[in-house]
Each structure stands twice: as structure tokens, then as C-alpha cells.
């Protein structure tokens, strides 16, 4: 059984002449420790994929499994204390609190899942050190460059070992530099700390570390493609299957 699985899932904002099909009976299965990367033009459904497989939002039609569990059977309390504890979400701008640390912000999942403030603390510290950041744990965002907050964010989101983490544009706010060691970062949650990772990017580089890449087009899946990681042109491969589909 796939970790994810999608089942027609749809999305319509609005009723009659004015209803927006956002996603239009989408049908993705993600598997353990597989790296997924979403394309596509803007306002193709990207971002609401990641929504509702996150929970963050309730389909219209279909549904979202998640390791057998379907989200539409969940209260919201429980499809609450799902997102805290399966789902980790990483996000273009970082939504790092400003006034706390970098080791404030990474514990934050666990505090508010009630644990003491030491034992947060303590994996927070742990997490900080696996994304490369152990030395500047107690430095603010300010303090910190726009790759370092977004290695906080990873932490933060792997704090509470979800067995998917939702990345929506993570390299969108990075250079060029940052955002190759961010995607590496990724690659990393995924085959090394065993997270699926289901990532939304614009950019056909960025996509070409994911292991598989799901292209949308109007809301439906017009293409998926298995990338060959041994390969080193898969960015330019990626472009132009982009530009084929334009």
C-alpha cells in the first residue's frame, strides 16, 4: 500500500458560472521514502494538492489516504493532531517566529504537542545538528541567512519524525547556492531519514533531485515522470519536457 494515495481528488471554489476547478479528479499514490516534485504553470493546482493531502483543506469530491487512514473520516481535532505529528510543512518564506531562536522555532511542533520544554528542546537540538545548523541554534531569524532559516524549517518540521513532509516552493526565497544545498536537503529527509517528501517547485533544476516528477496542467496530471538519479542532465531533460507540454 502507497504511504499517499489520492482518489479523484477535486477542488472547486465557488458555485455556478463563477465556480473555479482548482483540481479536477487527481489520482497520485506517493510511496515511502520517495521523492516527489510537482510542476507546472501557476494557478494549476499545485499548492491546492498540497493542501488537501496535508489536511489543511477538505476536498469537494474524493479523498486523501494517508498510510490507510482516509482524512475525510477525521474529525478536526484529529485531523489536527494528524497534521502536528504524521506531516511535516516546509514553506517558501519560512514562517519562522521572529523573537524566538532557531531552537525555539524547531521545538515549537513538539511544545505544542505537550511536551516538556526540555525534551523539545533537547530534539530540537538534535534535528538543528542533522540539518547542519548546531552552531547557530540559538541565533534569531534575523541573525540567520534565508538558506539557514529554511534548514530551521526542515528541522522544525522532522521534529516530530512525520512519515511525509509537504514542501511548497521551499527554494523560491534561496539563491542559486542555497537553494541546490536545500533540495540536496531534501533528497537527504527523504533517503536517509526515510520521509516521503512531496515537494511543489517551479524550477526544472530543483525538480531534477526528486526521484519522480508529477506535472499539472488545469488542475488534472498531464504527465509523471521516474527521473534517473545517476543522471546529470536531468534538469535539461525536465526543461524541455515542460516546453513540450507548454
Known sequence: MSLVE?????????TGETAIVALDH???????????????????GKSTLLHLIGGLDRPTE????LDGQAL??????????????????????????PMLTAIENAALPLL??????AQAKQKASEWLTQV??????????????????????IARA???????????????NLDTKSSDEIAALLQQVAKTWGRAVLM??????????????VFLKDGTIVNETQLESARTDNAESVTRMIKAMA
Open 72 to 97: 475525510d473520516e477525521l474529525s478536526d481535532d484529529a485531523l489536527a493532531k494528524l497534521r502536528r505529528r504524521r506531516i511535516g510543512f516546509v514553506f517558501q518564506f519560512f514562517n519562522l517566529i
Open 6 to 14: 489520492t482518489e479523484n481528488l477535486t477542488k472547486i471554489y465557488g
Open 132 to 153: 547542519g545548523l548546531g552552531a547557530r541554534s540559538h541565533n534569531r531569524p534575523d541573525q540567520l541567512s534565508a538558506g539557514q532559516q529554511q534548514r530551521v524549517a
Open 200 to 213: 511543489v517547485t517551479h524550477d526544472p533544476r530543483i525538480a531534477a533531485y526528486a526521484d519522480r516528477i
Open 62 to 65: 474524493g479523498r486523501v489516504r
Open 112 to 117: 505544542l504537542d505537550g511536551v516538556n520544554t
Open 26 to 44: 487527481v489520482n497520485l499514490h506517493i510511496e515511502p521514502r520517495e521523492f516527489v516534485a510537482v510542476m507546472g504553470p501557476s494557478g494549476c
Open 158 to 172: 522532522l521534529i516530530t519524525e512525520p512519515v511525509l513532509v509537504l514542501a511548497d516552493e521551499p527554494t523560491g
